[in-house]
Antibody
Framework: EVQLVESGGGLVKPGGSLRLSCAVS????????VGWVRQAPGEGLEWLCR??????????DYAAPVKDRFIISREDSQNTLYLQMNSLKTEDTGVYYC???????????WGQGTLVTVSS | EIVLTQSPATLSLSPGERVTLSCRAS??????LAWYQHKPGQAPRLLIY???NRATGIPPRFSGSGSGTDFTLTISSLEPEDFAVYYC?????????FGGGTKVKIK
């Protein structure tokens, strides 16, 4: 069974930084594309970013609201995905989900999410 | 960016009823559309991909149809565990986008 477990969420002040982690098990992590989706309070789902696997260059893509502020990375030896979030804004508040994309642009597996609150 | 508009925003139904949810795209996404189910405090679950293909383990009461700009998710007979929020998502154009969701509530 594929499992994704996020961690690292919490309360941070505007302008601050936070690093999220996602531990993945039950699948050959190095073979899959992984990414992050968030849900602001009372809102719908918003795709943020993804990183491909090594055979296709481990390239990453970002949505406009987080480009140049967030950095996605992966450590295949640890089966772990990361999201470094910098220059955080109040509108970044929400639950952050890590996801597996099997290369087709759909999210076949999700974690339970970790809450990030940006507030002074 | 492709905008996905879901309707209605909320539906109040009873177990056993048939439900049809709509997702309309601002431009054609061919058949590159998925549906997800999301319950509070849980991970979202992929139900349908490429408009009409059920994901692994999804019961046959869930079906998807449509192409181009108009799509439908149908639940043939609502089970108690089906009360949730449903989202559509397109992968045709960058960036990937989701609809605003339809909440299916117990009447």
């Amino acid at each position: 069974e594929v499992q994704l477990v996020e961690s690292g969420g919490g309360l941070v002040k505007p302008g601050g930084s936070l690093r999220l982690s996602c531990a993945v098990s039950g699948i050959t992590f190095k073979d899959v594309w992984v990414g992050w989706v968030r849900q602001a309070p009372g809102e719908g789902l918003e795709w943020l970013c993804r990183i491909k696997n090594k055979p296709v260059g481990e390239t990453s893509d970002y949505a406009a609201p987080v480009k140049d502020r967030f950095i996605i990375s992966r450590e295949d030896s640890q089966n772990t995905l990361y999201l470094q979030m910098n220059s955080l804004k109040t509108e970044d508040t929400g639950v952050y989900y890590c996801t597996i994309d099997h290369g087709d642009g759909y999210f076949g597996s999700w974690g339970q999410g970790t809450l990030v609150t940006v507030s002074s | 960016e492709i905008v996905l508009t879901q309707s209605p925003a909320t539906l109040s139904l009873s177990p056993g009823e048939r439900v049809t949810l709509s997702c309309r795209a601002s431009q054609s996404v061919s058949n590159y559309l998925a549906w997800y189910q999301h319950k509070p405090g849980q991970a979202p679950r992929l139900l349908i991909y490429d408009a009409s293909n059920r994901a692994t383990g999804i019961p046959p009461r869930f079906s998807g149809s449509g192409s181009g700009t108009d799509f439908t998710l149908t639940i043939s007979s609502l089970e108690p565990e089906d009360f949730a929020v449903y989202y559509c998502q397109q992968r045709s154009n960058w960036p990937l986008t989701f609809g605003g969701g339809t909440k299916v509530k117990i009447k």
